[in-house]
C-alpha cells in the first residue's frame, strides 16, 4: 500500500541521518516488537528450535529466539546506513589469502548463510577487488523492493533477480571473468529448502545451481560466513575454495559436493542458531 511505503521511505530516509551503531540500537529495539507482532513467524522459530536443539531449556529457546530477532531487524535496519560501515573499524576479516589467491579476472560462486549482517561479506569481497553480482529473492512489496536495491548499489554490487532474464544475466557475468553470489541457505512455499538437517538436498536448490554454474564455467567455489560479535561488531570468514575440476575431486558427482556444502551449512547453522534468520520451518528431513 502506497501510505506504508510511504512510511519506509520516511524510515529509512530518517535513519540515515544517524551513525550505525545508533540505527542498529533501534533495529534490535523493532526486533523485540516484531517478535511479537509477527506470531506465525514467532511459532516456527520456535519449532525450530525445539527441533534443532531440544536438549536446552525453555528460557534459553525464548533467549536465543530474542537473539534471533533482534539480530535480524539489526541487519535490515542496518541497510540504510551499511555503505557507511569502516571494514577495518567494525570487521575483522578473517582467512583474506583465501581471496588473494583467487584470479579477479575469473569467474568465482560465492555461496554464504543468512548469519550475522550476510550483506557484509559481499561488501567485503568486493573490496578485495571482485566483481560481484548478487542473486537475490525478488521482494514482493514494491516499495521495500526499491529500498533494499538502492541500499544494495550503495554499498557497490550488482543484483540479478532469480528469473529468466537474470538467468541470462548470471551466464553473461561469468563468462565475461565476473563473479556471483548466492544464498546455501533458502526458504520456497514458506518452508526452507536448505539446509537439510537429516536427508539430502533438493536438486532444485541453489547448492545445486552453485554446483551447476561452477561445472559450466570452470569456477572455483568459495563458502563464506558473517557472525556478528557484539552490536555492530563482525567477523568474516571464508573457507578454501573449492575446484570441482582438481584432481581431488575427479569424478566426484554433484550428490557428494551439495552433501558436502550442506554439511558445512548445518554446522555453522547450529554453532550459530541464535543469528540465523530462520522465520520459516527448517527443512529436519529430506
Request: aromatic share 12%.
Amino acid at each position: 500500500h502506497p501510505f506504508w511505503g510511504g512510511i519506509d521511505y520516511l524510515t529509512l530516509s530518517f535513519l540515515r541521518l544517524f551513525p550505525l551503531n545508533q540505527v542498529s540500537g533501534f533495529g534490535a529495539f523493532i526486533g523485540k516488537l516484531a517478535k511479537k507482532r509477527f506470531k506465525q513467524a514467532n511459532l516456527d522459530t520456535s519449532a525450530n528450535l525445539q527441533l534443532l536443539i531440544p536438549h536446552i531449556t525453555n528460557e534459553q529457546k525464548s533467549l536465543t529466539s530474542d537473539v534471533m530477532w533482534q539480530n535480524i531487524a539489526r541487519t535490515l535496519s542496518e541497510m540504510a546506513v551499511l555503505d557507511k560501515l569502516n571494514i577495518e573499524k567494525n570487521v575483522q576479516e578473517n582467512d583474506l589469502n583465501v581471496l588473494k589467491g583467487l584470479d579477479k579476472n575469473k569467474p568465482v560462486v560465492f555461496l554464504f548463510p543468512h548469519l550475522g549482517n550476510w550483506e557484509i561479506l559481499a561488501m567485503s569481497v568486493s573490496n578485495q577487488g571482485f566483481k560481484l553480482n548478487i542473486m537475490f529473492e525478488k521482494i514482493p512489496n514494491r516499495f521495500q523492493r526499491k529500498l533494499l536495491i538502492t541500499a544494495r548499489k550503495r554499498i557497490g554490487y550488482d543484483l540479478i533477480t532469480p528469473d529468466y532474464q537474470g538467468t541470462r544475466k548470471l551466464f553473461k557475468v561469468l563468462a565475461a571473468g565476473e563473479s556471483v553470489g548466492l544464498a546455501m541457505d533458502e526458504f520456497s512455499n514458506n518452508k526452507i529448502v536448505a539446509p537439510v538437517f537429516n536427508g539430502t538436498v533438493s536438486d532444485r536448490s541453489n547448492i545445486y545451481y552453485a554446483i551447476t554454474l561452477a561445472r559450466r564455467f570452470d569456477a572455483p567455489i568459495v563458502l563464506s560466513l558473517c557472525k556478528r560479535l557484539h552490536k555492530t561488531s563482525f567477523q568474516v570468514n571464508y573457507d578454501n575454495p573449492i575446484y570441482l575440476s582438481s584432481p581431488e575431486y575427479l569424478g566426484q558427482s554433484d550428490e557428494y559436493f551439495a552433501e558436502m556444502i550442506n554439511i558445512r551449512l548445518k554446522k555453522w547453522i547450529l554453532e550459530n542458531i541464535d543469528q540465523w534468520y530462520m522465520l520459516h520451518r527448517a527443512r529436519i528431513n529430506g
